[in-house]
């Protein structure tokens, strides 16, 4: 048990009296099962993930009280992802004070990239980058708008080149992986700049947060050379939902040049 009793500990994130009894047989907490996820999945041969399991597994929890008992007993927070974990956390009384603790009494990095602690293939892509990354892509707006007033890096680009702002667009053309408006506004306050974030708008053809960028300020002159570019690819080659949703976008942007009445020649 002493020796190999590190692997089963993620299973028993939220049963206390277990996760005492295994300690007590000198099960050591700072070890974790490198071959899974915190959520169970084992990995592939090539793949590995060294954070602290039982620590993401309670801080997703939002279990306050037993992640302080865990650090009293020696739990190494700096080893783990529950900074991260705690975007999976949607019950606002405990996500907003987990964060708390995390930030203001352990003091963990709010910049941290948990690629870092593992190596996943591109099965995984979307789980990845700082925290405030993961709540953009866990659809906790609540985490997302605190990690900002607190200072995370609105520009930090994760290890694979994920960013908070293209998560809060939508990272690819499928509309399944949906976006999340409301921290756009936010994000361009605390300094992306709305045309950059627009150029990734087109790419992906996202209409909403299209709309949203030209708001804030994003250059439609610009934008609309870039659209008209790839729509002439896009009608040689994509669907006929593409094409679509490609011409909408030029449309939007068309409109946005007349009502600046500012010129375009596309070259």
Not at 32 to 55: N, Q
Not at 106 to 117: G, K, P, R
Request: aromatic share 4%; net charge negative; proline share 4%.
């Amino acid at each position: 048990m002493k020796a190999l009793g590190h692997v089963v500990l993620q299973n028993f994130a939220s049963d206390r009296i277990v996760l005492d009894w295994l300690l007590d047989q000198g099960v050591d907490i700072n070890r974790t099962d490198c071959r899974r996820l915190d959520c169970g999945s084992h990995l592939a041969e090539d793949e590995y993930d060294d954070s602290l399991h039982v620590l993401n597994q309670v801080a997703a929890n939002g279990d306050i009280i037993l992640l302080r008992y865990l650090v009293a007993r020696g739990a190494d927070l700096t080893k783990s992802v529950a900074l991260h974990a705690v975007s999976r956390c949607h019950d606002l009384a405990a996500s907003l004070p987990m964060l708390s603790y995390l930030l203001d009494e352990q003091h963990l990095d709010i910049d941290t990239d948990n690629d870092e602690f593992r190596y996943l293939n591109n099965n995984h892509e979307k789980d990845i980058g700082t925290p405030l990354c993961l709540a953009i892509y866990e659809r906790n707006l609540p985490v997302a708008l605190e990690l900002i007033a607190r200072g995370a890096n609105v520009h930090k680009f994760g290890g694979r080149g994920c960013e908070p702002v293209k998560k809060a667009i939508g990272e690819t053309r499928d509309l399944e992986n949906g976006c999340l408006l409301p921290v756009i506004r936010p994000l361009i306050a605390a300094g992306v700049d709305a045309s950059y974030a627009m150029e990734h708008a087109i790419i992906v053809l996202r209409l909403e947060p299209a709309k949203l960028l030209l708001q804030c300020g994003a250059d439609p002159v610009t934008g609309l050379r870039e659209a008209l570019e790839q729509d002439v690819e896009i009608r040689r080659k994509g669907s006929r939902a593409m094409r679509e949703r490609s011409q909408a976008m030029v449309r939007l942007l068309e409109h946005w040049v007349e009502k600046r009445k500012g010129p375009y020649y596309p070259e």
